[in-house]
């Protein structure tokens, strides 16, 4: 009898320390030399907080009290690359996360989890890699959207946007999520404004047939999330899986995309159907653009 209680003892005990790793919440910070020498006239760096997949469950005050901090860093832009929700209950709760954060400019595009809820979770289709039908339940995502608009932050899905903050003059494309196919690059193809100083790509998944299509046109840097960094990683934060079309060792962090720079967020959350995480802790990412050297 010992014998058979120990794989399965151990088995919850990891699940108790995948559990208990959902609020040790990190920030990671890169610097990302992408700007002309002179753009920032004499200003150090332009700051882009990276948030996503915050799927967000009623009453997870820890998430909304680290997030609602992250106001503090004074980004220059926030920019959130969907799966805000993981219950029809959820909007406020992330309203009340990201309230702080939309005194900045900000920018979003949505994934499926914002606009349907999630569904129970087959853990062997997970780590084969099996792309998990929608529930097609729908979630309140128009009350969202509409509320992160009125607070000026700018829908990029399916759509393109030119604005300046600061000395740094924007040119921004996204497209909506290309995980389940819902994208249409050609709404937003073509080259970004050669009078941009940075030029961003947003999608919620990095999908390497749309993150193409971004590097061709010239986009300087694509941001995402979805891949939650893997989730259940091996020592190292090395994924067995990535639940997209990108490759392991580029499911999370900044990497180069051919010419093009690549983000992809471990996220903050989970689905509540999987609430665990194994050497993958949750995370937002400020990104510091500086001027390339001369």
Same mark, same amino acid.
């Given at each position: 009898?010992?014998?058979?209680?120990?794989?399965?003892?151990?088995?919850?005990?990891?699940?108790?320390?995948?559990?208990?790793?959902?609020?040790?919440?990190?920030?990671?910070?890169?610097?990302?030399?992408?700007?002309?020498?002179?753009?920032?006239?004499?200003?150090?760096?332009?700051?882009?907080?990276?948030?996503?997949?915050?799927?967000?469950?009623?009453?997870?005050?820890?998430?909304?009290?680290?997030?609602?901090? /992250?106001?503090?860093?004074?980004? =220059?832009?926030?920019?959130?690359?969907? !799966?805000?929700?993981? @219950?029809? +209950? %959820? $909007? #406020?709760?992330?309203?009340?996360?990201?309230?702080?954060?939309?005194?900045?400019?900000?920018?979003?595009?949505?994934?499926?989890?914002?606009?349907?809820?999630?569904?129970?979770?087959?853990?062997?289709?997970?780590?084969?890699?099996?792309?998990?039908?929608?529930?097609?339940?729908?979630?309140?995502?128009?009350?969202?959207?509409?509320?992160?608009?009125?607070?000026?932050?700018?829908?990029?899905?399916?759509?393109?946007?030119?604005?300046?903050?600061?000395?740094?003059? /924007?040119?921004?494309?996204?497209? =909506?999520?290309?995980?389940?196919?819902? !994208?249409?690059?050609? @709404?937003? +193809? %073509? $080259? #970004?404004?050669?009078?941009?100083?940075?030029?961003?790509?947003?999608?919620?998944?990095?999908?390497?047939?749309?993150?193409?299509?971004?590097?061709?046109?010239?986009?300087?840097?694509?941001?995402?999330?979805?891949?939650?960094?893997?989730?259940?990683?091996?020592?190292?934060?090395?994924?067995?899986?990535?639940?997209?079309?990108?490759?392991?060792?580029?499911?999370?962090?900044?990497?180069?995309?051919?010419?093009?720079?690549?983000?992809?967020?471990?996220?903050?959350?989970?689905?509540?159907?999987?609430?665990?995480?194994?050497?993958?802790?949750?995370?937002?990412?400020?990104?510091?653009?500086?001027?390339?050297?001369?």
């Amino acid at each position: 009898m010992p014998l058979l209680l120990t794989p399965a003892l151990a088995g919850l005990a990891t699940a108790a320390w995948g559990y208990s790793e959902l609020t040790k919440f990190e920030l990671k910070e890169v610097t990302v030399p992408l700007l002309k020498p002179g753009t920032l006239r004499g200003d150090k760096e332009f700051k882009i907080l990276h948030i996503s997949d915050l799927h967000m469950i009623p009453g997870q005050e820890e998430k909304i009290e680290w997030v609602s901090a /992250l106001s503090d860093l004074e980004p =220059d832009l926030v920019v959130n690359t969907g !799966d805000n929700l993981s @219950d029809v +209950a %959820g $909007v #406020p709760d992330v309203l009340r996360a990201v309230g702080p954060l939309m005194k900045y400019p900000g920018l979003f595009v949505f994934g499926t989890n914002d606009y349907w809820a999630p569904r129970p979770v087959n853990p062997f289709k997970y780590l084969w890699g099996a792309k998990r039908e929608p529930s097609y339940v729908d979630l309140p995502w128009r009350g969202m959207r509409a509320a992160f608009m009125e607070h000026g932050w700018r829908d990029a899905t399916q759509a393109r946007h030119e604005f300046q903050v600061g000395n740094v003059r /924007l040119a921004v494309a996204g497209v =909506d999520d290309p995980h389940h196919d819902l !994208d249409d690059y050609a @709404d937003i +193809a %073509g $080259v #970004p404004n050669q009078d941009a100083d940075l030029a961003l790509a947003l999608l919620h998944s990095p999908e390497p047939r749309v993150l193409e299509k971004f590097a061709a046109d010239g986009y300087q840097l694509s941001l995402s999330g979805h891949t939650h960094g893997g989730q259940i990683c091996l020592p190292g934060s090395r994924a067995l899986v990535t639940n997209s079309g990108i490759d392991r060792k580029r499911v999370q962090g900044l990497h180069d995309f051919g010419p093009m720079k690549m983000h992809v967020s471990n996220g903050l959350g989970t689905s509540k159907f999987a609430p665990v995480r194994i050497f993958c802790r949750p995370s937002a990412t400020l990104l510091r653009i500086t001027e390339k050297a001369q």
